[in-house]
C-alpha cells in the first residue's frame, strides 16, 4: 500500500509539471498519463520495482522539457494565438476571456478601494495620520480582490470562502480597533507582518481551499515567486509610463505631478498586484517560469557572496554589528536565500540523480545557516545591553524559525547527495514548514501589539 502510494505521488508530481504548460492539452496529459501507467504496469511484469519502473517509464516518454518543446512545435500556431487570445475558437478560450474579465474588474474594483477612504476625509498622503492607515490597510485594498478572482477561478464552495474571510474581517478590525500609538513599534511590526499572513490566506484560494496538499504547496510557492517577480517588471514599466505622462504633458504647461502620488500611485499599485497575480496564473505556463530561471543565476552569486563575506570575517575577526539596521538588512538576506532555495526545490525533477547545482545549494544553504547563528548571536547580544523590545523579539523568533527551516534543508540536501533519502523528503519538508510562517507573522502583526502596550 505504501509503495503504491508513493508511486502514486510521483506520477501526480509528474502530471503537474505536464499540466503547467498550456501547449499540452488537458487531452494530451491524460494520453501520456496512460501510457506512462501502461509502461510502469509492463515493467512491474518483466521483474521491476514500482520506483525503478517509473523511472525508466519517464526515460521512454521523456522528460517533461522535452514533452513541452515537442508539444510546443507541434502547436506552436494554437500557442501564439494563447499568448494573444483575441478571439480564440472554442470552450477553453472561452474560459480565458471570462478570467481576463473576471481580473481587470477586480483590479479596478482594488483601485477604487484604495480612494474610497477618501469619502471619508482620509486621503493617500493628506497626513502622516493618513499614511499610517493606508499603511495598515493597504494590503486590504488589495488581497481580498485577488483572492476573490482565485476563488471565482476555482469556484469555491460558501465555506471555503468562509474560512478564507475570517482572517482578512478579523485583520481589519484589529488594525483599525487597537489603540497603536502613532509610528510606535507594534504599529510598524503589524504594518510589515499584517500583509505577509494575509497573502498566506489569499495562497488558500489559490490552492483552490486544498491547504493540506502539499502539491499545492509547492504550486503556492512557484506562484508566490512568480506574482513578485512580475509585479516587480509591472512596477517597473508603471514608472517609466508615469515618468513618460508627466514629460509631454509639462511640455504642453499642463502639470499633473499632483496626481502622481494622490491618484496614480496608490490606484495603479492596487490594480497591477491582482493583474500579476492574474498574468502569473494566465501565462506562466505557456512561456516558463522566470523565478527557476533566475535562482539558477543567483545561487552561484549569492553562494559566492556569503562565502566571501564568512571568509573575511574569520580573517580579519570581526562580527556584526548589533545595529538594528544592520539585523533587518541580514534578514532580508536570509528570505532572499531562502527563496532561492525554494524556487530551485519546486523546479527540479524529483526523479534526477544529483547533479553540481545540488552541491551549490547545500553551499548556499550552510553559508546562510553560519551567518543566521551569527544574527542570532547579534541579537542575543543587543537583547542583553538593551532588554526586551517588540523590534528584537520579532527578529529573534524569524531568525530560529530561518535557523530551523535552513538546517532541515541543509541535513536533507547532503542526505540527498550522499544518496541517503530521496528529493522527495526535501520537498515535503519545505512545504510542510510553510504553516510555520503565517502562524508567526500573525503572532507577531496581533498578539505583539497587546504583549508589549502597544508601545
Keep these: 500500500m505504501e509503495n503504491r502510494q508513493s508511486i502514486e505521488e510521483r506520477i501526480t508530481l509528474w502530471r503537474e509539471q505536464l499540466q503547467r504548460h498550456v501547449a499540452i492539452r488537458p487531452g494530451d496529459a491524460k494520453e501520456l498519463e496512460d501510457k506512462l501507467r501502461s509502461q510502469i504496469e509492463a515493467l512491474i511484469e518483466v521483474g521491476l520495482n514500482e520506483g525503478e519502473a517509473f ?174 517577480i512580475y509585479s516587480a517588471l509591472i512596477a517597473l514599466g508603471g514608472g517609466v509610463l508615469t515618468a513618460l505622462t508627466v514629460f509631454i504633458f509639462n511640455s504642453i504647461g499642463v502639470h499633473v505631478e499632483p496626481i502622481v502620488p494622490s491618484w496614480l500611485l496608490p490606484c495603479g499599485a492596487a490594480g497591477a498586484l491582482v493583474i500579476s497575480g492574474w498574468l502569473v496564473e494566465a501565462k506562466q505556463s505557456m512561456i516558463g517560469n522566470l523565478a527557476p530561471v533566475l535562482t539558477r543565476l543567483f545561487t552561484p552569486l549569492f553562494a559566492l557572496l556569503l562565502l566571501s563575506y564568512i571568509v573575511e570575517m574569520l580573517l580579519s575577526g570581526r562580527g556584526i554589528l548589533v545595529e538594528r539596521e544592520l539585523l533587518i538588512g541580514f534578514d532580508i538576506l536570509l528570505v532572499l536565500i531562502l527563496g532561492l532555495l525554494l524556487y530551485s526545490i519546486s523546479a527540479r525533477d524529483p526523479q534526477e540523480p544529483p547533479n553540481m547545482f545540488d552541491t551549490l545549494q547545500l553551499i548556499l544553504a550552510l553559508s546562510a545557516l553560519f551567518v543566521d547563528l551569527l544574527a542570532l548571536w547579534a541579537i542575543g547580544r543587543r537583547i542583553s545591553e538593551f532588554g526586551f523590545s517588540p523590534n528584537k523579539v520579532a527578529a529573534l523568533g524569524e531568525n530560529l524559525i530561518l535557523l530551523v527551516n535552513l538546517g532541515g534543508s541543509a541535513l536533507l540536501y547532503a542526505r540527498f547527495l550522499f544518496r541517503r533519502t530521496p528529493f522527495t523528503s526535501l520537498i515535503r519538508w519545505q512545504t510542510a514548514y510553510i504553516p510555520v510562517y503565517p502562524i508567526w507573522t500573525g503572532i507577531v502583526a496581533v498578539v505583539f501589539p497587546i504583549v508589549f502596550d502597544f508601545r
Design 55 to 228: 523511472l525508466v517509464a519517464v526515460k521512454r516518454l521523456g522528460d517533461v522539457d522535452s514533452l513541452w518543446r515537442e508539444y510546443a512545435q507541434e502547436y506552436s500556431e494554437r500557442l501564439w494565438k494563447q499568448l494573444f487570445p483575441a478571439s480564440p475558437p472554442g470552450e477553453r478560450a472561452t474560459r480565458m476571456q471570462r478570467d481576463t474579465l473576471v481580473a481587470i474588474g477586480m483590479a479596478i474594483a482594488a483601485a477604487v478601494a484604495v480612494k474610497i477612504p477618501r469619502l471619508f476625509g482620509i486621503g493617500f498622503g493628506d497626513s502622516p495620520v493618513a499614511e499610517s492607515f493606508y499603511a495598515r490597510n493597504f494590503s486590504l485594498f488589495i488581497l481580498p480582490f485577488l483572492t476573490g478572482y482565485f476563488a471565482w477561478k476555482w469556484g469555491l464552495d460558501r465555506g471555503k470562502l468562509l474560512m478564507i474571510a475570517i482572517p482578512f474581517v478579523a485583520a481589519a478590525l484589529l488594525v483599525n480597533l487597537l489603540p497603536f500609538v502613532h509610528t510606535g513599534a507594534t504599529e510598524m511590526l503589524a504594518m510589515i507582518h499584517l500583509p505577509i499572513a494575509l497573502c498566506f490566506a489569499a495562497g488558500i484560494a489559490y490552492m483552490g481551499g486544498k491547504w493540506d496538499d502539499h502539491i499545492q504547496r509547492m504550486n503556492l510557492i512557484c506562484f508566490s515567486g512568480e506574482w513578485v
